[in-house]
């Protein structure tokens, strides 16, 4: 059975600082997804990572897959107020046309003025 | 961007009614349409896939009779949930899947939060 765990699980900066988000999955995966959920509302996708070493960045976040490891990581630079929600990474399994997600316990981001 | 709808966002309902939630692929069509449960603070579970014309497959521990599922069209599944209970409260979301090599992924839609009173 596939498990995907994020840690930490609560996360409570100031701007202007750098942190880092873990998610480790125990089992060979296909892709590894990024979404963020504001409260109340559903999910917006950050990044799809599709192959060892993938890294992607897109302003202040930045994404990247070890499949060896079974890792991905999402890096926080320079935290600003709107970076405020929670983290999600999922891991697709299953070909195309037929991939289902298993997601991480999430990753509640907190900036602080 | 693939615009994925959920209807109604929000509902409340007396126990032991039935509740529809519809979700639709507003511009693309969807041969494949995923349902998922979150309860608060907590992650998304996958409940089961939806497939065009046939029937849904159901993951482990959810209850196909209660969670009756219908994709009669490749922009429209329907979940529904029967004889609601107060612990079937929760946060429901569908996804629709687009394919094709490298663009690979599942558009989420805004989700329908029931309430069981």
């Known amino acids: 059975e596939l498990k995907v765990e994020q840690n930490p699980l609560f996360l409570s900066m100031q701007e202007g600082k750098n942190y880092t988000i873990y998610c480790n999955y125990s089992?060979?995966?296909?892709?590894l997804y990024w979404y963020r959920q504001d409260p109340g509302k559903s999910l917006e996708s950050l990044f799809v990572?599709?192959?060892?070493?993938a890294v992607k960045q897109e302003g202040r976040l930045m994404a990247s897959l070890d499949t060896k490891a079974r890792l991905s990581t999402l890096h926080i630079t320079a935290a600003v107020h709107d970076l405020s929600a929670t983290y999600f990474c999922?891991?697709?399994?299953?070909?195309?046309?037929?991939?289902?997600?298993?997601f991480g316990t999430g990753t509640r981001l907190t900036i602080i003025p | 961007g693939a615009v994925v709808s959920q209807h109604p966002s929000r509902v409340i309902c007396k126990s032991g009614t039935s509740v529809k939630i519809e979700c639709r692929s507003l511009?693309?069509?969807?041969?494949?349409m995923f349902w998922y449960r979150q309860f608060p603070k907590q992650s998304l579970m996958l409940m089961a896939t939806?497939?065009?014309?046939?029937?849904?497959?159901?993951e482990q521990g959810v209850e196909k009779d209660k969670f009756l599922i219908n994709h009669a069209s490749l922009t429209l599944s329907t979940l529904t949930v029967t004889s609601a209970h107060p612990e079937d409260s929760s946060f429901y979301i569908c996804?629709?899947?687009?394919?094709?090599?490298?663009?690979?992924?599942?558009?989420f839609g805004p989700g329908t939060r029931l309430t069981v009173l």
């Open positions: 089992t060979t995966s296909d892709r």
């Open positions: 999922a891991v697709g399994q299953g070909g195309f046309g037929n991939e289902k997600l298993t």
């Open positions: 511009d693309f069509q969807a041969t494949t």
């Open positions: 990572l599709l192959s060892n070493g």
């Open positions: 996804s629709a899947y687009v394919g094709g090599e490298g663009t690979d992924t599942q558009y």
């Open positions: 939806s497939n065009e014309g046939s029937k849904a497959t159901y």
